[in-house]
């Protein structure tokens, strides 16, 4: 099956502690973004990479970084800057194309700072 | 900068009645609409879209968009909802031209009773 999958579903993490959420497509799509979700707010973009060793920022990127090192794979990291951690990520990669342009998303992780 | 209004925070309605949900976008290029819909703890699944072409757009699960270029709308319909339809739908915007990027309303939730 294509798809995309993100992992761990729910993810714990302490104060000070950079945190990875992993994100994987095997739709051959170029393109791929993270997404932050919270209550009431709609999905924000934190970063974006339209091809291999390429990304660029988004609109709430400080505190996040991402590395996109094969074409399958785009890992976010969350490092211990961000003020706000907690919420709900979600990935997303992109077909591109006149008539099948669509952004197909993965079902999210959930981040929980203690 | 596109943006992406979405009046209506919460929209209750009863089994087998109509619905609408409404969503005005703004931007100075042409452009690309979605409907998404999220189910609880879940990613974004795509409903339909508007790429070019017809402006009435239908979708999954017999829902229904119109593309109104001059009141810049939107709006998404079911003529008849289900218990099932009870989520969370957001209405995005990417710039045709370049379509790398979406921006998202803050959503509606549908709650859909007996």
């Known amino acids: 099956d294509g798809g995309i999958t993100q992992s761990p579903k729910y993810l714990f993490r302490k104060e000070g502690q950079n945190v990875t959420l992993s994100c994987e497509q095997n739709?051959?799509?170029?393109?791929m973004y993270w997404y932050r979700q919270d209550p009431g707010q709609g999905l924000r973009l934190i970063y974006y990479?339209?091809?291999?060793?390429?990304?660029q920022k988004g609109d709430i990127a400080e505190g996040y970084s991402v590395s996109r090192e094969k074409k399958e794979s785009f890992p976010l990291t969350v490092t211990s800057a961000q003020k706000n951690p907690t919420a709900f990520y979600l990935c997303a990669s992109r077909a591109p194309g006149a008539i099948t342009d669509t952004q197909y998303f993965g079902p999210g992780t959930r981040l929980t700072v203690l | 900068a596109q943006s992406v209004t979405q009046l209506d925070s919460q929209v209750p309605v009863f089994e087998e009645a109509p619905v609408e949900l409404r969503c005005n976008y703004s931007s100075s290029v042409s452009v690309y609409l979605f409907w998404y819909v999220q189910y609880p703890n879940q990613g974004l699944q795509l409903l339909l879209k508007y790429l070019s072409g017809s402006t009435l757009v239908k979708g999954i699960n017999g829902f229904e968009a119109e593309f109104n270029k001059s009141q810049t709308s939107f709006h998404l319909r079911k003529p008849s909802v289900h218990i099932s339809d009870t989520a969370e739908y957001f209405c995005a915007v990417s710039d045709a031209g370049t379509a790398s990027k979406l921006t998202f309303g803050t959503g509606t939730r549908l709650q859909v009773t007996l």
């Open positions: 990479s339209q091809i291999v060793n390429d990304f």
């Open positions: 739709l051959n799509h170029d393109a």
